[in-house]
């Protein structure tokens, strides 16, 4: 059958379209693949978690004073963990002057020690986060022992109720917090000026994974 020229152009239109159609579909379906592909690697990936390795110098520091912590925090009602990161933070990880050999101080625990007492340089915060130099008295240890054990009794009070260091450090003891979070918010201020103390030591108790040497930690 002969088609009229205006049947020949309303099917060369209805063939434009389909055409067109057929573009714009594989355009959109192109959109939906990237879409999904995307969002199945946004749901997919996991959070970016950075793990700090540890040298050996840093090793050595906690295969020597872990078990120590341990034991001393358990039997204290202490958290090893915030003990631990104390001490990697006052000392430099046992690298510091004052940690160092003769003298063994690994907190930075100020006055003396059986009578036993050096002088060092240092930087007090005078509350406001602004950093002034001082020279002040610290006590002098005859091993790490001794500074960890002088640790404990110190944020106990010697377990004498009556002692002001009990009241005063109370707030630090896994009997009276809810996680080591609370122990270091308690000793911000008060065993230490730096204003950003709890942060430093939360940061190093995650990065390090101190929270084994707790209590049932792991």
Do not use: C
């Not at 050096?118 to 509350?127: A, K, N, S």
């Amino acid at each position: 059958m002969k088609l009229t020229r205006q049947a020949v152009i309303n099917r060369r239109k209805q063939a434009q379209r389909h055409e067109s159609n057929k573009k714009i579909a594989k355009v959109v379906n192109a959109g939906l693949v990237l879409f999904a592909s995307a969002s199945t690697l946004s749901t997919l990936t996991a959070p970016k978690v950075t793990v700090q390795a540890q040298t050996a110098t840093q090793q050595n520091f906690l295969s020597t004073i872990g078990g120590y912590a341990r034991d001393i925090a358990k039997n204290n009602d202490l958290y090893a963990s915030v003990m631990i990161a104390q001490a990697i933070l006052e000392s430099g990880w046992g690298q510091s002057g004052l940690a160092s050999a003769p003298n063994y101080n690994l907190f930075g625990i100020k006055g003396d020690y059986n009578g036993n007492t050096v002088r060092m340089d240092t930087l007090e915060d005078d509350g406001s986060g602004n950093y002034y130099a001082a020279k002040e008295p610290f006590r002098k240890y005859s091993n790490y022992g001794e500074s960890l054990s002088d640790y404990a009794s110190l944020l106990t009070g010697d377990n004498n109720p009556n002692s002001w260091r009990y009241k005063y450090y109370y707030g630090a003891r896994v009997s009276a917090t809810n996680s080591y979070q609370d122990a270091t918010r308690h000793l911000t201020g008060r065993y230490a000026t730096d204003t950003r103390y709890a942060s430093k030591l939360n940061q190093l108790i995650q990065t390090y994974g101190l929270t084994q040497y707790d209590a049932g930690g792991s």
